[in-house]
């Protein structure tokens, strides 16, 4: 293990000018739209602070690039502080910042890719580990490169159970390379969390779920900078780095004030502006350059998927479509590295088990947890460094449709492979029945929808669906029982 260098007292400060200098961001965007959410920017602020110019290694100028290091604000509506943090790195001029939430602006609400250094669309909350276990799995097992990827979470979004889904993920399939942070600032948006600042417990849960955990000031730089560098050496465990902060920090007569949720300060901001100033030592640049990242990876073909063998199947020969479904998976699998396949744990009856005997190392099992499977598939396609294809019963996907939302507002190229629809599974009752997943599908925007009826047509229809460049759906039939 490396010795871990304690940073001086000169970047330590300004760092601590940083965080106070996206309070300010993040308190004058806010105000410029008078909306917003300037107490959760703040409590975040040293956190944003320290990964953004202290640890992650990334190019402001290829904010996407595929050797970055990977950055998920899974508390979106913290967007403010995000958008602070990059033009403070220099990816675009600060007063921008003040088109916050315009008309005209790309500088909406809540992060979508529609810019240029968000990965994942958040903001409908609970989903950004997920898709930030998904980057950890592409860059561990497929990419197999250096890139490290941080997932900041609110406390109140970790009520939800796909955090705990992503929790179980990751450490199952030991991503040493994702540090979940967990931003407790104990307020929720019309109360306090129901844990409010237990971190004991938190810290349990996380240590119970596999995970390497800390807890720390969250309003430390020193010991952030400390948790993060260790995280780095930690190997066969994710990390969760617990901060404990307080909403409006800084900001003085709001901080840990409740009724301050996603509102402006108004006439206030003049008074907590003047405050956090005085605190900034050195009110010039602050001429900290992001680190490059350690390795180059090179970019991933994705283009032109075919079938690396035409169907082959004998005249009124009964096969059901998910049969062909695996078959042409496989085929799809010979003629590109980049095409990979997860399941629900129902491989042997989607016949996604016919990849994983193919190609055990591009298959990934996600077991019963349909929000993680498809927020997971979501983070293995961002950057285009894979082509997944996603399986479970048809009417498991309903589970996961605010998922597959995001998923189009993410403009992810994800393919939802449904088995079992309609009333051909008749004798399973009710509950396994698929009777609405068309239609959701279609009310899903730039979705392509695939209902094959035979098995030539299935396994044609996924290689259009592979090559398919915007948000596609596959909804294979299944015919065993027609």
């Not at 809540?110 to 968000?118: E, G, K, Y």
């Not at 998910?322 to 799809?332: E, H, N, Q, S």
């Not at 449904?418 to 609405?436: C, F, K, N, R, T």
Request: a negative charge; aromatic letters at 10%; hydrophobic letters at 35%.
């Amino acid at each position: 293990m490396s010795d871990y260098h304690r940073p001086d007292a000169k970047l330590l400060q300004t760092l601590k000018d940083i965080a106070n200098k996206l309070r300010i961001h993040s308190i004058e965007s806010t105000n410029a739209s008078n909306s917003g959410h300037p107490t959760s920017c703040a409590s975040a602020a040293e956190i944003m602070s320290v990964l953004f110019f202290h640890t992650m290694r990334y190019s402001v100028t290829e904010p996407r690039g595929p050797s970055n290091d990977r950055f998920v604000l899974s508390k979106g509506h913290a967007a403010p502080v995000l958008y602070a943090a990059w033009a403070e790195a220099g990816l675009f001029p600060t007063d921008k910042l003040l088109d916050l939430r315009k008309l005209t602006s790309d500088l909406e609400g809540h992060p979508t890719p529609r810019l240029n250094f968000v990965d994942v669309a958040t903001g409908s909350l609970g989903q950004g580990l997920s898709c930030a276990a998904g980057m950890a799995y592409t860059g561990k097992y497929f990419d197999k490169a250096p890139y490290r990827v941080y997932c900041l979470i609110g406390d109140g979004e970790s009520a939800e159970g796909s955090i705990w889904e992503a929790m179980s993920f990751g450490s199952h399939y030991k991503l040493d390379n994702l540090v979940a942070i967990f931003d407790v600032n104990r307020l929720g948006q019309s109360e306090p969390t129901s844990l409010q600042h237990h971190m004991d417990v938190y810290k349990s849960r996380a240590e119970a779920f596999g995970w390497n955990t800390y807890v720390v000031d969250g309003h430390d730089v020193e010991a952030l900078c400390k948790a993060l560098y260790d995280a780095t050496e930690v190997k066969e465990k994710p990390t969760c780095i617990i901060a404990k902060t307080y909403k409006g920090h800084g900001l003085v007569g709001i901080q840990d004030s409740e009724d301050w949720h996603g509102k402006a300060l108004g006439d206030k901001a003049s008074t907590v502006l003047e405050t956090i100033k005085e605190n900034i030592v050195n009110q010039g640049p602050h001429g900290l350059v992001p680190k490059s990242p350690e390795k180059k990876v090179p970019e991933a073909d994705t283009s032109a998927i075919r079938l690396s063998e035409p169907p082959n199947y004998q005249l009124n020969q009964s096969v059901a479509t998910r049969l062909a479904y695996g078959t042409g998976l496989v085929k799809l699998g010979k003629n590109s590295k980049r095409v990979i396949a997860l399941d629900g744990d129902v491989k042997n009856s989607t016949f996604s088990i016919k990849f994983k005997e193919a190609f055990p190392d591009r298959f990934v099992e996600c077991y019963i947890a349909e929000q993680n499977l498809a927020g997971v598939a979501i983070g293995c396609e961002t950057r285009r460094r894979t082509v997944p294809f996603v399986s479970t019963f048809a009417a498991f996907f309903t589970r996961a449709f605010d998922q597959i939302r995001m998923a189009a507002i993410s403009q992810s190229n994800v393919n939802f492979c449904g088995s079992h629809a309609g009333v051909s599974i008749g004798e399973d009752g009710p509950s396994q029945m698929a009777l609405e997943d068309l239609g959701m599908f279609r009310s899903i925007p730039g979705s392509t929808v695939f209902y094959p009826s035979d098995a030539v047509s299935c396994e044609r229809a996924l290689e259009l669906a592979a090559n398919t460049q915007e948000y596609a759906t596959f909804a294979p039939a299944d015919l065993m029982y027609l």
